[in-house]
Nanobody, 122 residues
Framework: QVQLVESGGGLVQAGGSLRLSCAASGPIFSIDVMGWYRQVPGKQRELVAAVTFGGTTNYKDSVKGRFTISRDNAKNTVYLQMNSLKPEDTAVYYC????????????????WGQGTQVTVSS
């Protein structure tokens, strides 16, 4: 079974930085897209940033210029460097791996991590 394990969340003051990591493990042949979503209570989960296997990135407008997503394909790991954090960035951040091809079965699958809390104090 594929698992996504996130790390790096926590409490930081406004203007500070955090780096999130997410490692995918299991019978993985390839992962097309890896990304980060976030969710606050009472709101829908929203895409923060995503990166394809080839390195094409996509960002939510409000994080452009502050957040940087990257991935290590050999390690099936994705990172989110978050700088100049604002209180409105406070949320649970979820890692996702989309269109995953497994070594054990045909088809493509999507997976989610368990979430990591990011809290930015003003």
């Amino acid at each position: 079974q594929v698992q996504l394990v996130e790390s790096g969340g926590g409490l930081v003051q406004a203007g500070g930085s955090l780096r999130l990591s997410c490692a995918a493990s299991g019978p993985i042949f390839s992962i097309d897209v890896m990304g980060w979503y976030r969710q606050v209570p009472g709101k829908q989960r929203e895409l923060v940033a995503a990166v394809t296997f080839g390195g094409t990135t996509n960002y939510k407008d409000s994080v452009k210029g502050r957040f940087t997503i990257s991935r290590d394909n050999a390690k099936n790991t994705v990172y989110l460097q978050m700088n100049s954090l604002k209180p409105e960035d406070t949320a649970v951040y979820y890692c996702t791996a989309a269109r995953v091809i497994l070594t054990t079965t045909s088809g493509e699958y999507d997976y989610w991590g368990q979430g990591t809390q990011v809290t930015v104090s003003s």
